[in-house]
T-cell receptor
Framework: DAGITQSPRHKVTETGTPVTLRCHQT?????MYWYRQDPGHGLRLIHY???????DKGEVSDGYSVSRSKTEDFLLTLESATSSQTSVYFC?????????????FGEGSRLTVL | AQTVTQSQPEMSVQEAETVTLSCTYD???????LFWYKQPPSRQMILVIR??????QNATENRFSVNFQKAAKSFSLKISDSQLGDTAMYFC???????????FGTGTRLQVTL
């Protein structure tokens, strides 16, 4: 158990509304990540964080923002949700501190934008 | 750009048989790590096996083994004595170590049948 909790696990919202997904870890790891999973695309990196208030963009960051005010929490925000953001979102942590290591994932959050 | 290609969208294997899932990747880096993740219907991402590029010996984890061909940039997963519980989506991924950002393939859906 990697000690990662995502909330909410399921959410349905309407186009144009703001949405925030939360990732909480109990392991005190420095690096945290948000990925989205879509059929035919695998998992793609949205944003990642390498410390409190330190974040950087991934390959599909447009339309998303993140914040990390505490080591244990990494928030993903859709300021104005669109149907193209309907997806399954995964949070992950790096136990190796951003080195050549594997990631451990949360259980995912399914977001549907109508 | 770093890419991962899984050319088999779906595969099927009978229980107790052996199956091989293919993965190729492209990178100009010399040092990197490769991974296979399993995603069962529960949606949880589970690490199956990892391989360090500087190691010539192929990694093995119980019934799971890899065939790593560095020159060919190939990283296939062999599952021996397939079990019904192996039914899942399998993702190949790698990182060059920069902040442990993983690049994923599009996945292979494996069905194990009786």
């Amino acid at each position: 158990d990697a000690g990662i909790t995502q909330s909410p696990r399921h959410k349905v919202t309407e186009t144009g509304t703001p949405v925030t997904l939360r990732c909480h870890q109990t392991e005190n790891h420095r690096y945290m990540y948000w990925y989205r999973q879509d059929p035919g695309h695998g998992l793609r990196l949205i944003h990642y964080s390498y410390g409190v208030k330190d974040t950087d963009k991934g390959e599909v960051s447009d339309g998303y923002s993140v914040s990390r005010s505490k080591t244990e929490d990494f928030l993903l925000t859709l300021e104005s949700a669109t149907s193209s953001q309907t997806s399954v979102y995964f949070c992950a942590i790096s136990p190796t501190g951003g080195g050549h290591g594997e990631l451990f994932f949360g259980e995912g959050s399914r977001l549907t934008v109508l | 750009a770093q890419t991962v290609t899984q050319s088999q969208p779906e595969m099927s294997v009978q229980e107790a048989e052996t199956v091989t899932l293919s993965c190729t990747y492209d990178t100009s880096e010399n040092n990197y790590y490769l991974f296979w993740y399993k995603q069962p219907p529960s949606r949880q991402m589970i690490l199956v096996i990892r391989q360090e590029a500087y190691k010539q010996q192929n990694a093995t984890e119980n019934r799971f083994s890899v065939n790593f061909q560095k020159a060919a940039k190939s990283f296939s997963l062999k599952i021996s004595d397939s079990q019904l519980g192996d039914t899942a989506m399998y993702f190949c991924a790698f990182t060059t170590g920069t902040a442990s950002k993983l690049t994923f393939g599009t996945g292979t859906r494996l069905q194990v049948t009786l």
